[in-house]
């Protein structure tokens, strides 16, 4: 079965500091992967992807993510957090079969200014 | 490109009442989904649709919960009757298939949040 794993409810990290949201996964054959972000009364964003390719993928508002296949990681990055980040952020996998996804429960980023 | 539309945004009922949310996907995007947020957790599908067919509706409470998507583009999800636990946001998504060779991400409303009184 198909299934994403964000081990941190809660992330905290000062404005200007690198950040890390972390994900783990488990899929059968090559992943899909994505992350979305939400901001208090919204929907979810898209931010980034992995479908194949180079591993390092960058997305909007210079976000990035490392798709590590050893260690079934998809963890998100940004060199330099700022205060505006601060949301939460949802983890997914895309099943190719049955164009399903499964998501996360969920990182609560906050950013300290 | 209009993004997934949903109304109303906001609903608040009383238990044993009845509601629906309205989802209009992105044009041209076959495959449609039906999601509920609790506050705190991550989405959960509750149903999805591939044009106008129910690809999976494992995880919708049957006996409550409706939906339909009778043309192939726009849907409505129906709770009949409400209980307390139904409060949350119903997120309508949308995206393209793969079968078209494109890789498609999902694209979210904006919700419709339910509060059942």
């Known amino acids: 079965a198909q299934s994403v794993a964000q081990p941190e409810d809660q992330v905290n990290v000062a404005e200007g500091n690198p950040l890390t949201v972390k994900c783990t996964y488990s899929v059968s054959g090559n992943p899909y992967l994505f992350w979305y972000v939400q901001y208090p009364n919204r929907g979810l964003q898209f931010l980034l992807k992995y479908i194949t390719g180079d591993n390092l993928v960058k997305g909007s508002y210079g976000f990035e993510a490392e798709f590590n296949k050893s260690q079934t990681s998809f963890h998100l990055k940004k060199p330099s957090a700022l205060v505006s980040d601060s949301a939460l952020y949802f983890c997914?996998?895309?099943?190719?079969?049955?164009?399903?996804?499964?998501f996360g429960t969920g990182t609560s980023l906050t950013v300290i200014p | 490109e209009a993004g997934v539309a949903q109304s109303p945004r906001y609903k608040i009922i009383e238990k044993r009442q009845s509601v629906a949310f309205w989802c209009n996907p992105i044009s041209g995007h076959a495959t449609l989904y039906w999601y509920q947020q609790i506050l705190g957790q991550g989405p959960k599908l509750l149903i999805q649709f591939q044009n106008n067919g129910v690809v999976d509706d494992s995880q919708l409470p049957k006996d409550r919960f409706s939906a339909e998507r009778l043309k192939g583009v726009d849907s409505t999800l129906k709770i009949q009757p409400a209980k307390l636990e139904d409060s949350a946001v119903y997120l309508c998504?949308?995206?393209?298939?793969?079968?078209?060779?494109?890789?498609?991400?999902?694209?979210f409303g904006e919700g419709s949040r339910l509060t059942v009184l």
């Open positions: 997914a996998v895309r099943d190719k079969g049955g164009n399903q996804f499964y």
């Open positions: 998504a949308s995206s393209t298939t793969l079968d078209r060779g494109r890789n498609g991400e999902l694209f």
